[in-house]
């Protein structure tokens, strides 16, 4: 787990034809301007979604990017005047058939970044393995992917010196007491790697468990109904109405989405 620095080249080698020929010919899971027009095709448009990350002041600061992917938040954080940026990933960069780490190199190199890298699980982060704890701590879109949801939360406590942003898919919102859903196989978006949906309660309650002292979270940005019952078509008659009628309220209530927190040491 040998900890690496991206090398940084000079962007003018590349005119922006001969670089829009090279990000085409990449599959991409974010979308990052490389400047003189050429935007690489995300899978997602990171750009817009950036916005409802909640991402906290970074200038100055030292950040680390856990499951950094293609680097949108890396370089993102960078620009917006942080002191040290560290990008850490393994799975989706040592994924065989995937861009992912070319696409980051690419980028980097592109950007003129002194982002550094580490090729590291996210079971295997620690403060030897990326180089110390950081004040923010980014870890956008992994928690589901985790088999061992607490063990990979107490990672990211050990590491964070002030805060670590949160992101993740969330379910079982009809449920008010702590709960995770489990997804088998590939039953979460044909992905394998999904492992668990928790809810709110939950995530908040791993987090203070894995040793954050307080924990902040934002609204849902994104919610879903996963199951839809047709609404009557009148008032509902008798017993069975009325248990047919809450029967459909409770599956109206959004079951499942995509939520922030804020863990602070």
Partial sequence: ????????SAASSWTPERLQAEVDSRTWFHTIDLGNGVRTPGQKDTPAEVGIMRLPDMAGRSVLDIGAYDGF???????????????????????????????????????????ET?????????????????????????????????????????VTGGVAVVETVIDLLDIDVPAAA?????????????????????????????????????????TNTWYSIAPPSGPPQGVV???RRRIEQRFARPRSGRMVFHAHV
């Fill in 241 to 243: 109405g009325k248990v």
């Fill in 73 to 115: 938040y890396s370089f993102e954080s960078e620009r917006r005047g942080a002191a040290r940026v560290v990008a850490a990933d393994s799975w989706s960069w040592n994924w065989p058939g995937s861009d992912a780490r070319r696409n980051f190199d690419l980028a980097h190199e592109v950007l003129g970044s002194a982002v």
């Fill in 182 to 222: 489990y997804y088998p196989s590939d039953s979460l978006n044909h992905d394998g790697s999904n492992f668990f949906g928790p809810n709110p309660a939950a995530v908040e309650g791993m987090l203070l468990d894995a040793g954050f002292a307080r924990v902040t979270r934002f609204d849902a940005w994104t």
């Fill in 118 to 158: 580490r090729n590291v699980l996210v079971e295997d982060v620690s403060p030897e393995t990326v180089g110390g704890t950081f004040d923010v701590v980014l870890f956008l879109g992994v928690l589901y992917h985790a088999p061992d949801p607490i063990g990979y939360l107490k990672a990211v406590r050990s």
């Fill in 1 to 8: 787990m040998g900890s690496e620095t991206a090398h940084t």
